[in-house]
Nanobody, 124 residues
Framework: QVHLVESGGGLVQAGGSLRLSCATS????????MGWFRRAPGKEREVVAG????????YYSNSVKGRFTISRDNAKNTVYMQMNSLKPEDTAVYYC?????????????????WGQGTQVTVSS
């Protein structure tokens, strides 16, 4: 059974930082591309970042490039996202999942596994 458990969200002022974690089980994490996605109120889900199993391929959306950093620990089956210089428009529920990322695209894997997400709220 697949479990994806996101944590680390919270309320932060604009310009602040948060570090999200996503602990996984039931997947072959060390050979899986993982991604972070978010859904803001009233908006479509969008990709934030993705990283291949080896870390050799990394994707960032233009909206977070230079502010967010994705990383992973294959020994802990966990993917992280360090979020700096947060803006009110980063407010959303953040999810991790298996992903496919190549070139200028990154989207959720067809296996469609999702956790409960973690809420990030950035106040102005």
């Amino acid at each position: 059974q697949v479990h994806l458990v996101e944590s680390g969200g919270g309320l932060v002022q604009a310009g602040g930082s948060l570090r999200l974690s996503c602990a996984t089980s039931g997947i072959t994490f060390s050979s899986s591309t993982m991604g972070w996605f978010r859904r803001a109120p009233g908006k479509e889900r969008e990709v934030v970042a993705g990283m291949s199993w080896s870390g050799s391929t990394i994707y960032y959306s233009n909206s977070v490039k230079g502010r967010f950093t994705i990383s992973r620990d294959n020994a802990k089956n966990t993917v992280y996202m360090q979020m700096n210089s947060l803006k009110p428009e980063d407010t959303a529920v953040y999810y991790c999942t298996l992903a496919y990322c190549a070139g200028a695209v990154c989207y959720p894997s067809a296996r469609d596994y999702w956790g409960q997400g973690t809420q990030v709220t950035v106040s102005s």
